[in-house]
């Protein structure tokens, strides 16, 4: 028996001035019964939400950790130099919306925030390093062949016998005693 209760025409009208007003909302009527199963999930969204940003900073974190270690020539860095990167990159992140929300759309992220680093900081550091060992080895050292003696800007005094010799030597020797 398909007896349809008669339609209200008051609430027809609201209808035709709710869809006039907006266009784009006058199907949630037809999608009643979507929404609700939407609302009814929402805490499961949240949820999935919730869990995809955490493992998304964790997997940051973890790359930014693994970067570093790749620099510094090691398998795993210690606890205090991964709170030190931890603490300076979340703060980085945290500096500016633009940031925040570039972290949040590009993955390559982590990696141009360490080339950065690597790049302003770790290299100059290496650079000035290296560059003060270099300084502090020793110019010109004799080596043990005829080649690599050691030469004078004078030459070396020829005495014609051996009693100039003896006597050129007594005179150094003072010489030398008097200076130091």
């Known amino acids: 028996m398909g007896v349809n209760p008669p339609a209200d025409p008051e609430a027809e009208v609201v ?3 709710f869809a006039k ?15 609700e199963k939407l609302l009814e999930h929402s805490g499961d969204y949240d949820s999935q939400l919730s869990h ?5 900073g964790q997997s940051s974190v973890d790359r930014l950790f693994a970067l570093a270690a790749e620099s510094y020539g090691v398998q795993s860095l ?13 703060g980085f992140v945290n500096s500016s919306p633009e940031i925040e929300n570039r972290y949040a759309t590009d993955p390559k992220f982590v990696d ?3 080339r ?5 900081l770790i290299d100059p550091a290496r650079r000035t390093a290296s560059a003060q060992v270099l300084s502090r080895v020793p110019g010109n050292l004799p080596q043990d062949t005829p080649s690599g003696a050691v030469r004078t800007s004078s030459p070396a005094p020829q005495p014609k016998d051996l009693d100039e010799r003896a006597s050129q030597m007594w005179a150094l020797f003072n010489q030398n005693k008097q200076n130091g």
């Open 15 to 17: 209808r035709q001035q």
């Open 21 to 35: 007003l907006y266009p784009g909302l006058a199907k949630l009527e037809a999608k009643q019964a979507e929404l």
């Open 52 to 56: 995809y940003w955490s493992s998304y």
């Open 78 to 90: 210690p606890e205090e130099t991964k709170r030190i990167l931890y603490a300076t990159f979340s």
């Open 112 to 114: 141009e925030y360490w």
């Open 116 to 120: 950065a680093i690597q790049f302003s």
